[in-house]
């Protein structure tokens, strides 16, 4: 089954815009990693949020942890065409393979 | 400095067969995982190996077994193939931590159809 669920399912921007996908999951957890991939390719890890932190950025990349809401957003700003790609949410708890959501795909317009 | 290796990239298979998979980590990584992702789907986590022995188990049949050598490389066995078997097979390395505190790095995976 999957723990986090990524909101929206589809995301279509125009170049240069910022992109949001947000992430919800069920039961606690230790940490929290997005990872995009490429159509048909392996994914590529992006950031690792700690439980105890709320935000963290990386290049154009932010990121957000509500552990209360049991909730994560991902931005990213200035979006470029090499941005397309799906978005996944993955947490793990203890010694447990990370679970992954469905994905977000966004699809950045030139 | 190689990044995660699988082979082969695409394999077609017949309903009742057996397929072997095979994954070389990142150059240092010590554990490999290895996931399965169905179309439109995010990947689900079969097992993991380190030192040899497989250390998680997602909720998979045991159709599905693994092994990894003193090399670190590994391999995913699948017996008595069904159709809801076709995917993409993700291989996935680490060092020895957590899953959740290790960032994983991932092969471009292998596509298997089942017919």
């Known amino acids: 089954s999957q723990q986090g669920e990524e909101d929206p399912q589809a995301l279509s921007i125009q170049e240069g815009e910022n992109a949001t996908m947000n992430c919800s999951y069920k039961?606690?957890?230790?940490?929290l990693q997005w990872y995009r991939q490429n159509s048909g390719r392996g994914l590529v890890h992006l950031i690792l949020?700690?439980?105890?932190?709320r935000e963290k950025h990386s290049g154009r990349l932010r990121v957000t942890l509500d552990t209360s809401k049991k909730s994560s957003s991902l931005l990213i700003t200035a979006s470029r065409a090499a941005d397309t790609a799906s978005y996944f949410c993955?947490?793990?708890?203890?010694?447990?393979?990370?679970?992954f959501g469905k994905g977000t795909h966004l699809i950045i317009q030139p | 400095d190689a990044g995660v290796t699988q082979s082969p990239t695409h394999l077609i298979k017949t309903r009742g067969q057996q397929v072997t998979l095979r994954c070389s980590p990142k150059?240092?990584?010590?554990?490999v995982s290895w996931y399965q992702q169905a179309l439109g789907q995010g990947p689900q986590f079969i097992f993991q190996?380190?030192?040899?022995?497989?250390?998680q188990r997602g909720n998979f049949p045991d159709r599905f077994s693994g092994h990894q050598f003193p090399n670190y490389s590994s391999e995913l066995n699948v017996n008595a193939l069904l159709l809801g078997d076709s995917a993409l097979y993700l291989c996935a390395s680490s060092l020895w931590v957590t899953p959740a505190n290790s960032p994983l790095h991932f092969g471009n995976g292998t596509r298997l159809t089942v017919t």
């Open positions: 150059s240092g990584h010590d554990t």
């Open positions: 190996y380190y030192e040899e022995e497989e250390r």
């Open positions: 993955a947490t793990g708890r203890g010694a447990d393979g990370l679970t």
């Open positions: 039961t606690s957890i230790n940490n």
């Open positions: 949020i700690r439980s105890n932190e």
